[in-house]
């Protein structure tokens, strides 16, 4: 029998690096080739959504938080957007670092008291804070939100004589914001507190016996994943000019809440995948409109019962599953976690080399 030696992680990472160049170069030329100004506007809202999902992606996938009022954090980054921009005439390009500090605040404010609940009581509470900034919104929050109608007039973003106003700028501007994004929530993968995370996610109290602070590292990931939702409610106010509270509604979270299910929680790939899967085919069969939420609910159901672990899941999540899985026998449920998350915080402890991150 012939024994084959597994590739270094050297040659696997330089695979992986050349992989993501070719789908920066990809990406890059896509409006060059393209040339529809429909469709690169698709793009731009893809890339908005993907920077939501990468965002929930730090709570969700990380570190195991159900949040389902992810959008509040999302319309936070905008108003705070559109009131300073319309009313104390800040560019907006120069807005997107208060959007992030205001939403990662608001994040920390909302998240703190509620930090104990687990599960399915965490997601209702989650539920229950989208609500009441979206009515709050609508009720002409201190005379500064607008009401029902919103806020309009937001300036476009500008550098100088230079303003973005062509869909292929905004392509560029919002995907650098993506590509900044995906590196971050990569570095933290690889880093201390990415791990911190994932024991979190599989068993808080083994974590915290570990010597984990585990407030400290919950507090941290909805800081993050708020304040990147901030960062792409600043570039939806940005893109649109316009922005009112029915955006930001409950059906918004859901939505991205999907996109990190169905891609593959803790996964930057499948997340990204998610988001196409659920804002690029719809436009892509538009002429099936009518069926379009039969077919949604299908592929949901067809993915919870063969594929959970999601399109492209992330390595320690699949690699705990299919432990898990082995050690029941085939076709055994995997053991929930805590969190309702398959996999063990010792098993993770075990084998930190397999997130190929640093000790």
């Known amino acids: 029998m012939r024994l084959t030696t597994p590739r270094p992680l050297i040659h696997r990472l330089r695979g992986a690096r050349a992989a993501a160049l070719l789908v920066l170069l990809a990406v890059a030329a896509f409006p060059l080739v393209v040339q529809s100004p429909y469709w690169i506007d698709v793009a731009n809202f893809y890339g908005i959504y993907a920077l939501l999902a990468l965002s929930l992606n730090l709570v969700v996938g990380e570190a195991g938080l159900f949040d389902l009022g992810h959008a509040a954090f999302y319309a936070v980054g905008a108003y705070v957007t559109a009131i300073l921009n319309t009313l104390l005439h800040w560019p907006t390009l120069w807005l997107f670092p208060v959007s992030f500090v205001a ?6 404010i909302l998240t703190r ?29 201190f005379g500064l939100t607008g009401g029902p109608n919103g806020i309009f007039g937001i300036a476009r973003p500008a550098l100088g004589p ?25 570095r933290l993968q690889q880093s201390r507190i990415g791990r911190a995370w994932n024991y979190i996610r599989e068993d808080e109290v083994a974590a915290q016996a570990m010597g984990i602070d585990v407030v400290r590292m919950k507090l941290l990931a909805f800081a993050l994943g708020a304040g990147l939702a901030g960062v792409a409610g600043n570039l939806y106010a940005a893109r649109m000019t316009v922005i009112a509270p029915e955006r930001f509604n409950f059906w918004e979270s859901v939505v991205i809440f999907s996109m990190v299910v169905l891609g593959g929680p803790g996964s930057v790939p499948g997340v990204l995948l ?7 085919l719809p436009e892509l069969f538009r002429e099936f409109a009518q069926a379009r939420m039969l077919v949604f609910g299908a ?61």
């Open 103 to 108: 939403a990662a605040a608001a994040g920390v």
């Open 113 to 141: 008291p509620i930090l104990h609940l687990r599960g399915d009581y965490l997601a209702m509470v989650t539920i229950g804070f989208g609500e009441i900034v979206r009515i709050a919104l609508t009720n002409n929050l």
């Open 162 to 186: 230079w303003a973005i106003r062509q869909p292929a700028h905004y392509f560029y501007y919002i995907w650098s914001f993506v590509a900044a994004a995906a590196c971050i929530t990569v």
């Open 274 to 280: 998610g988001a196409f899967a659920l804002w690029v």
């Open 299 to 359: 592929a949901m159901v067809a993915m919870m019962v063969f594929r959970p672990e999601g399109l492209w899941p992330g390595t320690v999540w699949l690699r705990a599953t299919r432990s898990h899985q082995g050690e029941g026998g085939a076709g055994s449920a995997p053991e929930a976690g805590a969190t309702g998350i398959p996999g063990s915080g010792a098993e993770l402890a075990a084998s930190p080399a397999a997130r190929g991150g640093r000790r």
